[in-house]
Antibody, heavy 130, light 107 residues
């Protein structure tokens, strides 16, 4: 059974750092884009970052750009999120998510690629507070 | 960043009702949109991707439609297990952006 298990959350002071990890099992990890999504207490979902299958391409939300770094180790079937200069508003549940990237389709004269965030971890809680 | 405006923010409905939730993008996003369902204390679940493609295993009472800037999620006959919060997510451009969510509550 495919599974994602996050770890590394906890309480950290403003300005501090934390590394989140996500262990994948039950599927070919190196085949898929991977994503981090977070949810502040009582709030909606916020897309944080994603990374290409081979780690050659990453994208970030404006709110974390320059502070967070997404990475992966395909040999270890693991995804990471290094978080620096943490702020109180980074407090959230952080989810590790697989993007199974369905087959592309023709869209008029171009090709369309889609995200399909089809496998989610249980989340790890990050609390930034003094 | 592309803004996703979802409406309504909440609605009350009864079992058997037809429910419609909309998402509007601040710019054209072709059909690059997904819908997710989240129950309290749980991770979200993918319902629909590419605006109208039902994820494997999702009941056929869920359907999605729309393109460019206007999208709709429809639940044809609401079931007890469908009371949850629903989010849209655009995957046309970076950064990806979610709608604010629609909470479907018991009437």
């Amino acid at each position: 059974e495919a599974q994602l298990v996050e770890s590394g959350g906890g309480l950290v002071q403003p300005g501090g750092s934390l590394r989140l990890s996500c262990a994948a099992s039950g599927f070919i990890f190196s085949n898929d884009w991977m994503t981090w999504i977070r949810q502040a207490p009582g709030k909606g979902l916020e897309w944080v970052a994603n990374i290409k299958q081979d780690g050659s391409e990453m994208h970030y939300a404006d709110s974390v750009k320059g502070r967070f770094t997404i990475s992966r180790d395909n040999a270890k079937k693991s995804l990471y999120l290094d978080m620096n200069s943490l702020r109180v508003d980074d407090t959230a549940v952080y989810y590790c998510v697989r993007d199974s990237s369905p087959p592309p389709r023709l869209c008029g004269s171009s090709v369309c690629y889609f995200d399909a965030l089809d496998l989610w971890g249980q989340g790890t809680i990050v609390t930034v507070s003094s | 960043a592309i803004q996703m405006t979802q409406s309504p923010s909440s609605l009350s409905a009864s079992v058997g009702d037809r429910v419609t939730i909309t998402c509007r993008a601040s710019q054209g996003i072709r059909g690059d949109l997904g819908w997710y369902q989240q129950k309290p204390g749980k991770a979200p679940k993918l319902l629909i991707y590419a605006a109208s493609t039902l994820q494997t295993g999702v009941p056929s009472r869920f359907s999605g439609s729309g393109s460019d800037t206007d999208f709709t999620l429809t639940i044809s006959s609401l079931q007890p297990e469908d009371f949850a919060t629903y989010f849209c997510l655009q995957d046309f451009g970076y950064p990806r952006t979610f709608g604010q969510g629609t909470k479907v509550e018991v009437k």
